[in-house]
């Protein structure tokens, strides 16, 4: 264990917090405090939370001081602070989705992730920047204005749960939760220099997880370690019978995983529709370096293929906007958030087009409109239906790979963290960041994205993406923990101790 | 909306010339205790908005639960329409957008319904006794119900002109089964009388598996009647709907009022339309709602938040060999076991009388009196009130109660009916009313005595001839001593104090 005492508390990982207040060295409210005081510091800059939940944060974080001082039995992220992707509901606290259409709207119950974090005494910091209902891979689709990425401020801190990610890269956070449709956790995390995991669907519970996109969502840990990952990841998951995809089945033990780190005698995939052309110079440098070093931990790295991944960004812009269309329905203006043209003259349709003309932003209208096609009459076949055919080859590909290895590996994202406004208009450019992401959430099962070094032409982060079969989460942490110690014993440091001060 | 002049051809006119052909499409609220997706209550009546949670609201967030009571449910329905239970299948969305449904998407099933191909016999009365029909059965499915808009202003009670609407969600994410007939054709003239035998039918059947109460005034079922008229030689005409009709009668009016409106149409060289129509209750005719000449494309797809439905092959069996006695079984029982013509049968039948009738038999009044009661005075007050028989407070104790009185004299068939009359009117039950009313018979024989000899000394005449052996003359004493007694004595115990009184045999 690090001794938390030189200076900033805020910059410890989770773990380190958690000892640190087991052995009686800091408290809940010091940690919870210095986790604000960076928010106040950076936060304007930074643009990763929307809300910030200060009193209930330090009341929890008091109450979890109290209990412990009790000599109470704590979970081990008993008053570690964190960050709430602004997708999941929390009672009372608002919960816009990246909207305008939810401006103002303070859900009456809590999410079952929600509900997991404040059962292990985990302290919600409150609720970060995303894109519009997870659409997009920047940030740069809320409605409240783009997060930033700490490593460049200039830069796109990925999508959606942005707010995620630059929070744990800003210090501002030890732990996030976001949610993955196609990439959502992963990108931001390569881009940020910081670990996310997409949990096998129905690991955890989407109950009071705003959805995107039903068959596809799935919420996950962020952190800024391996192990942080894990202890999160054990909190949160589990099976939920509010949620009929929720697994019923026991979940693997990530942290003995985490803590396990070795990779002798694994079989690791590369997967060869996932990578060279499209993918940067340096992306695919440090990709090619991390290979080598699982080589040399004793992992038998082979080469697989999945010859229907070329087909899967296609099927999920197809699967994605056709349940958004419809889950995005009831965003109406009749019950609650935004309500337009209600001027006791205008009929409810009116009022239901005008709410939803002003209060959805363009990428919203765009896959709205894309899924109504796709669904309707005449053409549900041509589209949704051969979009399902897609996704049962995708599945089939990810079944023959692990076949051949126990993991499969790739860069999580094409490219390094790019410019603010770069590829905001250029939609299919955007769509390109998760082509090696969407794979994962097509098929159901899990994948990890850890940074794995900065890029020489531009020294931004790069992360590489681990993949395993569903229900087999553990091997994420068992290789994601094996190559963390690998290159932090090679640099010396944690790569994100890199990240310019702000 | 525009409004619409039905000429209508007379209904044995327009059979000579075309066939109808009908549909109809059974939509029952299940009798499960909490919602089809969420544990909210059921209960009809509740305060606006009291029995909802984030599912049935449809928050942003919530999620869907099958209620496996549900399943249960519409499964032994199907079994008992002879349907074919699916090992597997799915829920689906279908997508519109109105403000009472909180998701602007109903779930239901599409294209993978949990029972198929099934049928139910009915029997219907014609002049040469009771035909049974075979309606055949599409489907039966599973979905939620809406929540309920009540429309404030305006003079249609319909959302378009109104000033403003309430909606009410306690409705929204009731179970709902849906029976869908595949087309009943060959009924002729008796097309009606079968969509309304088929309705009842239906209702009975539910009633007796206990997935539903079925209480058409609460609007737990709801029909929509499709109705055709085939040119002969023809095999299919264009349907049009007739949307939520939710009585017996009225499914019968409605059926017969569109084959005389399409076949007023059509005689004349016009062209139906296919269109969603409404049926007044008042006029007993349909007017014309929105046109689906161009059909709602409800953009159905599976529904990503929910499981399939799998029931085993040994659960189906289970459920199977479980099924409750159906009511076209019960009635051959029942009609063996009172030994009633088919006639009295169908007369039991159409009051609604079966299930009162056998529970006054199982509360010990004898058979007969039991159907007498049922099929004549109190069928007589329930018309004349205009409310169901059951729903005359009449119960089979107080039925039991009277009897016993009328058989140790205490009250005569006469009084008795003013004891009903009393109950009906909510004067409590039959002791009450009696007190009340003091209707007990008088059977003190003094006091008949006294008005015995009373109506003697005052037609001495009479009480003569019957000492002179004229016995029918006694009827004259008999009635003056009722007048006096307003009724309250038994007139066959009068004739015997009587006759005894002047030695006379009777």
Known sequence: ?502 | MTSVVNTRMDFDQALERFEPVLGLETHVELGTASKMFCSCATEFGGEPNTQVCPVCLGLPGSLPVVNAVAVESTIRMGLALHCDIASWCRFARKNYFYPDMPKDYQVSQYDEPLCTNGYLDVTVPTDDGPREFRVEIERVHMEEDTGKLTHSGGDTGRIHGADYSLVDYNRAGIPLIEIVTKPITGAGALAPVVARAYVAEVRDLMRALGVSDVRMDQGSLRCDVNVSLAPAGEPWGTRSETKNVNSLRSVERAVRFEIERQGAVLSEGGRIIQETRHFHEDTGETTPGRSKEQAEDYRYFPEPDLVPVAPSSEWIEELRTTLPEVPSVRRSRLQVEWGVSDLEMQTLVNAEALDLVEETIVAGVDQAAARKWWTGEFTRIANEQGVALADLGITSAHIARVESLIADGSLTDKLARQVFEGVVAGEGDPDSVIAGRGLAVVGDDSTLMAAIESALAEQPDVAEKIRSGKVQAAGAIVGAVMKTTKGQADAAKVRTLLLAHLGVEG
Not at chain 1, 168 to 184: H, K, R, Y
Request: charged share 20%; net charge negative.
């Open chain 1, 1 to 502: 264990m690090a001794p938390v005492m030189d200076g900033d508390l805020a910059r410890q990982d989770a773990a380190t917090m958690a000892a640190a207040m087991q052995g009686g060295e800091v408290t809940s409210v010091e940690v919870t405090q210095a986790c604000l005081d960076r928010i106040d510091a950076v936060d304007g800059q930074v643009h990763a939370f929307l809300h910030v939940d200060r009193d209930a944060a330090l009341e929890t974080a008091r109450g979890i001081d109290e209990l412990r001082s009790t000599g109470a039995a704590l979970g081990p992220l008993a008053g570690v602070p964190l960050a709430l992707k602004d997708v999941l509901t929390m009672n009372g606290v608002p919960t816009t989705c990246g909207s305008r259409i939810l401006e103002g709207w303070r859900p009456p119950y809590d999410s079952t992730v929600v509900e997991r974090l404040r059962d292990a005494g985990v302290v919600i910091l409150g609720k970060t920047n995303m894109d519009e209902f997870a659409m997009g891979s920047s940030t740069e689709h809320s409605a409240y204005g783009p997060t930033r990425n700490p490593w460049d401020l200039e830069r796109i801190p990925g999508g959606s749960g942005g707010g995620s990610a630059a929070a744990l890269a800003a210090f501002e956070a030890p732990l996030a939760i976001g949610t993955d449709t196609g990439g959502s956790i992963r990108q931001p995390a390569a881009v940020t220099g910081t670990v996310g995991v997409k949990p096998t669907y129905g690991g955890v519970s989407r109950y009071g997880l705003v959805a995107l996109a039903s068959s596809l969502d799935q919420a996950g840990p962020c952190a800024r370690t391996v192990m942080d990952a894990a202890l999160l990841h054990a909190v949160i998951a589990g099976h939920d019978p509010r949620d009929s995809t929720s697994i019923d089945a026991p979940v693997p033990d990530v942290v003995a995983a985490a803590k396990n780190a070795d990779v002798r005698g694994m079989r690791i995939g590369l997967v060869r529709e996932l990578g060279g052309e499209g993918y940067q110079e340096g992306v695919r440098q440090r990709f090619d370096e991390a290979v080598a070093i699982l080589g040399d931990l004793g992992a038998d790295v082979v080469e697989v293929s999945c010859p229907n991944f070329e087909y899967a960004l296609a099927a999920y812009y197809l699967i994605l906007p056709s349940e958004a269309s419809s889950n995005l329905a009831r965003f109406d203006g009749m019950r609650y958030g935004m309500r337009v043209g209600d001027d006791g003259q205008a009929s409810v349709e009116e009022v239901m087009s005008q709410t939803r003309e002003a209060g959805f932003g363009s990428e919203v209208k765009r896959r709205i409109m894309l899924g109504t096609y796709a669904l309707s009459s005449g053409y549900y076949d041509a589209y949704y239906g051969q979009a399902q055919k897609v996704r049962t080859l995708i599945t089939r590909d990810f079944a023959a790979a692990f076949d051949q290895a126990d993991v499969l590996i790739s860069p999580t994202a094409p490219t390094t963290a790019f410019r603010i406004g770069e590829k905001v208009d250029d939609p299919l450019a955007m769509y390109l960041n998760d082509i090696a992401t969407i794979p994962v959430n097509l098929a159901g099962n899990c994948a990890m994205s850890i940074p794995i070094g900065l890029a020489p032409e531009d020294g931004l982060p790069v992360g590489l993406q681990i993949m395993a079969p569903a229900l087999a989460d553990d091997r994420l942490y068992r290789v994601g923990a094996a190559l963390e110690q690998a290159l932090v014993d090679k640099w010396g440091h944690e790569l994100i101790e890199e990240v310019p001060a702000l």
